[in-house]
């Protein structure tokens, strides 16, 4: 076989299960094969600046014998890169250690969501629609506001991937899909200061892109920061927007992985059962639902995708597994294998869902009275201590005086522990704003943060 040609998803699987068929003795082989083609386009100053398109195919495979593991990978899909990629795994199970939880997942009987993500709109979507596509983002954002003085980055991007995993446990699994993106990154400039803001959205489909939010959003925050000073440092409510809210809840949910859990990294481990957020939170992560890109049928071991509760009214629930974490938590894998084809299974979340709350989005700011809303922080996961819970992260926004957005600031630090700030959770927002991807994501109100200008 060569990569030049186009495979479709079931000659991925067949090379995928000939493969497998190749086991030896107490061998167990797992095999995940891939091919993608891509497009960016960046424009710049009504023109484009840059078209980039490519395809890859890639193949990973991995042995198990006697609890020891061996993996490598290629790029290609060649016979003869297929035969080197399975002799290299087999040679490299000699360097692994033992461990008796080392395994393949075995199936396990539940059932797929059998949800069609194959649509190929993105396919259909000509080169000269992309760029046109870019060109006019840039344009957009230009004519949104009299102070924007220039756009930094204005792009579109798409791909399309097959996939196909198959194991010797009896695992023969299939998928393809496709999505696209904006983004745009616009300059506001008042005299001699100049912010930059970002906003983008992705989706399955070319007309499931929010172009409008795109624009709206990105320019102002690019304006909103005009005129930014450091604040006082002073313990205060603090608002969460949306992006933020969901970045805070995707650190949250990585150390709920039991990965982190089993490797000492999660302020949580030996908490389940227990109360660790405020009452109003509920936590899941539902890879069964079709409208986000992290919409799934099987993880990255083949096992079916499910809808796992993480935090159900403030309380632990449980965390998230794959075949091996759940081997040595003697329990079951939660369907929360995530892994690429050249590279190992881990444990993570596919797609993090907070439930809204009560307060209406008129009365978010009134409910705090004094305090800010963060719209943007920076080094959020190097700011994190997995062990403690301990952050402090770079954040920018605006105050909030009387219940009303009043200055923006910037150059700020927000300190907490993920403890602490789960715990301090004091209202959500009844509605959930659409971020990208297809995640929506409800503004949170923390009563008790560390703010301070740095």
């Not at 040679?91 to 692994?96: D, L, W, Y």
């Given at each position: ?121 993105v396919l259909r979507i000509s080169d000269a629609e992309k760029i046109a596509a870019a060109i006019d983002l840039e344009r957009r954002c230009l004519s949104a506001d009299p102070r924007i003085s220039g756009v930094r980055v204005a792009a579109w991007s798409d791909g399309w991937s097959q996939s196909a995993l198959a ?218 201590n997995p062990t403690s819970g301990d952050f402090s992260v770079g954040a920018w926004g605006h105050r909030i005086a009387g219940g009303e957005i009043a200055e923006p600031f910037r150059e700020a630090t927000i300190a907490s522990t993920l403890q602490r700030m789960l715990l301090a959770i004091c209202g959500i927002g ?25």
């Amino acid at each position: 076989m060569s990569e030049q040609r186009q495979f479709d998803t079931d000659e991925l699987a067949q090379l995928a299960e000939r493969v497998c068929e190749q086991a030896q003795g107490d061998e167990q082989i797992e095999v995940c094969v891939s091919t993608g083609r891509s497009t960016t386009v960046r424009a710049y100053n009504g023109d484009v600046e840059s078209l980039r398109s490519g395809r890859t195919a890639a193949i990973g495979v991995r042995v198990v014998a006697l609890g020891r593991q061996g993996f490598a990978s290629a790029g290609s899909l060649d016979a003869d890169v297929v035969s080197d990629t399975l002799a290299a795994a087999r040679r490299n199970v000699t360097f692994g250690e033992a461990d008796p939880h080392q395994g393949l997942a075995e199936p396990d009987g539940a059932v797929p969501p059998g949800l069609d993500l194959s649509d190929t709109a993105v396919l259909r979507i000509s080169d000269a629609e992309k760029i046109a596509a870019a060109i006019d983002l840039e344009r957009r954002c230009l004519s949104a506001d009299p102070r924007i003085s220039g756009v930094r980055v204005a792009a579109w991007s798409d791909g399309w991937s097959q996939s196909a995993l198959a194991s010797s446990t009896g695992i023969s699994v299939q998928s393809e899909h496709g999505n696209c993106s904006v983004g745009a990154q616009p300059l506001a400039t008042d005299g001699d200061e100049t912010q930059i803001g970002y906003a983008g959205d992705a989706a399955w489909r070319p007309d499931e892109l929010d172009i409008d939010r795109v624009v709206t959003e990105s320019t102002a925050l690019a304006t909103g920061q005009l005129g930014a000073t450091k604040p006082p440092s002073e313990h205060l409510p603090v608002v969460l927007a949306p992006p933020v809210a969901a970045a805070f809840i995707g650190v949250v949910a990585s150390v709920l992985a039991a990965d982190s859990v089993l490797k000492g990294r999660s302020p949580f481990a030996d908490r389940v059962g227990e109360q660790i957020a405020d009452e109003r939170l509920h936590l899941i992560d539902d890879p069964t639902d079709p409208t986000t890109l992290g919409a799934a049928n099987f993880d990255g071991e083949g096992l079916a995708a499910r809808r796992n509760a993480l935090i159900s009214a403030g309380v632990l629930r449980g965390f998230l597994h794959n075949s091996y974490t759940a081997r040595r938590s003697d329990t079951t894998s939660t369907g929360s294998a995530v892994r690429g084809t050249r590279s190992l299974p881990g444990v993570g979340t596919h797609a993090p869902v907070v439930a809204t709350g009560d307060i209406a989005a008129d009365m978010l700011h009134a409910s705090v009275g004094n305090g800010v809303l963060v719209r943007g922080v920076s080094g959020l996961h190097s700011g994190v201590n997995p062990t403690s819970g301990d952050f402090s992260v770079g954040a920018w926004g605006h105050r909030i005086a009387g219940g009303e957005i009043a200055e923006p600031f910037r150059e700020a630090t927000i300190a907490s522990t993920l403890q602490r700030m789960l715990l301090a959770i004091c209202g959500i927002g009844a509605s959930a704003e659409p971020l990208a991807g297809g995640m929506s994501m409800p503004p949170l109100v923390i009563a008790d943060v560390a703010l301070s200008g740095v």
